[in-house]
């Protein structure tokens, strides 16, 4: 199986901040990530596909990037309705396997 | 705009079997992929497997032998079902909607989750 390794795994952050959150993969895979964010209680939304590609309708403050197998979330400013977790999705092979998550909190 | 929506029972009893359904409106299932997904309370979320509107699937491999999916496509409903459970089958389910076409393969809609608790 292919592991995700998310750093941090905790991130006390302030309203402002800009905030980067890093992704390894064990192996290549290609182009294949996205960035799911969850909010206490609901379910993961999309954020990014493709590892940069924003899902329409989130806001312009989130990118991401790839270098190698490395892939960097970046949220440039961050807002109140962004203290949350964030899990990266590796989709480039089976079994399709998740980040272990990275809870950004005040 | 594409909804889903989890149902089934909320307790399960060890060794029987989870059974959810998934109800998809605003969209139809045909020609999309439908994955099953699972999150421990307090932990981190793991892929089940998907399951094609024409029957295929692809199961993870850690739960492969546990797990059958399958779907109605006249009800707009593909369902999962796991056998013998265990306590550590608690989770929160998911059924998501899996866009797998290249260059953006991605989980784009996501149903709220539902709370199954395997106990006596």
């Known amino acids: 199986d292919i592991q995700l390794t998310q750093s941090p795994s905790f991130l006390s952050a302030s309203v402002g901040d800009r905030v980067t959150i890093t992704c390894r993969a064990s192996q290549g895979i290609s182009s294949y990530l996205a960035w799911y964010q969850q909010e206490p209680g609901k379910a993961p939304t999309l954020l990014i596909s493709?590892?940069?590609t924003l899902q329409s309708g989130v806001p312009s403050r989130f990118s991401g990037s790839r270098s190698g197998t490395e892939f960097t979330l970046t949220i440039s400013s961050l807002q109140p309705e962004d203290f949350a977790t964030y899990y990266c999705q590796q989709l480039n092979d089976y079994p399709l396997t998740f980040g272990g998550g990275t809870k950004v909190e005040i | 705009q594409v909804q889903l929506q989890e149902s089934g029972p909320g307790l399960v009893k060890p060794s029987e079997t989870l059974s959810l359904t998934c109800t998809v409106s605003g969209g139809s299932i045909i020609s999309y992929h439908w994955s099953w997904i699972r999150q421990p309370p307090g932990k981190g979320l793991e892929w089940i497997g998907y399951i094609y509107y024409d029957g295929s699937t692809i199961y993870n491999p850690s739960l492969k032998s546990r797990v059958s999916f399958s779907v109605d496509t006249s009800k707009n409903q593909f369902s999962l079902k796991l056998t013998s459970v265990t306590a550590a089958d608690t989770a929160v389910y998911y059924c998501?909607?899996?866009?797998?076409?290249?260059?953006?393969?991605?989980?784009?809609?996501w149903g709220q989750g539902t709370l199954v608790t395997v106990s006596s």
């Open positions: 493709a590892a940069s």
């Open positions: 998501a909607r899996s866009r797998l076409e290249l260059p953006t393969p991605r989980f784009d809609y």
